[in-house]
Nanobody, 124 residues
Framework: VQLQASGGGLVQAGGSLRLSCAASGRTFSSYTMGWFRQAPGKDREFVAAISRSGSTTMYADFVKGRFTVDKDNAKNTVSLRMNGLKPEDTAVYYC??????????????????WGQGTLVTVSS
């Protein structure tokens, strides 16, 4: 599956952004989807994931209550709604797909397809 992320940009602290990830192919419902991010000088880290069916989600502790992941199997898209953004949320955000697990996973090694990333910058 090929992934194309979009929606990044510059936002003030406390603001909101919605990232989208469009997937190619006709088997999108077979993929667990995830969002990861990489801040400058840091390792890539897990943000959120959603199961194949969209019924189960998982979030990193630092985004719980602020970010929401959603999957639309009819439109082949997964989104990440980000509210209450903080300067420490500044990073390149990547969407990823797993064709091997059916549940929401936080493990990078479960994901075998990655988008190109979209930059989110939060100013203080």
């Amino acid at each position: 599956v090929q992934l194309q992320a979009s929606g990044g940009g510059l936002v003030q602290a406390g603001g909101s952004l919605r990232l989208s990830c469009a997937a190619s192919g006709r088997t999108f419902s077979s993929y667990t989807m995830g969002w990861f991010r990489q801040a400058p000088g840091k390792d890539r880290e897990f943000v959120a994931a959603i199961s194949r069916s969209g019924s189960t989600t998982m979030y990193a502790d630092f985004v719980k209550g602020r970010f929401t992941v959603d999957k639309d199997n009819a439109k082949n898209t997964v989104s990440l709604r980000m509210n209450g953004l903080k300067p420490e949320d500044t990073a390149v955000y990547y969407c990823a797909a797993s064709g091997t697990v059916y549940y929401a996973s936080r493990r990078e090694t479960d994901f075998d397809s990655w988008g190109q990333g979209t930059l989110v910058t939060v100013s203080s």
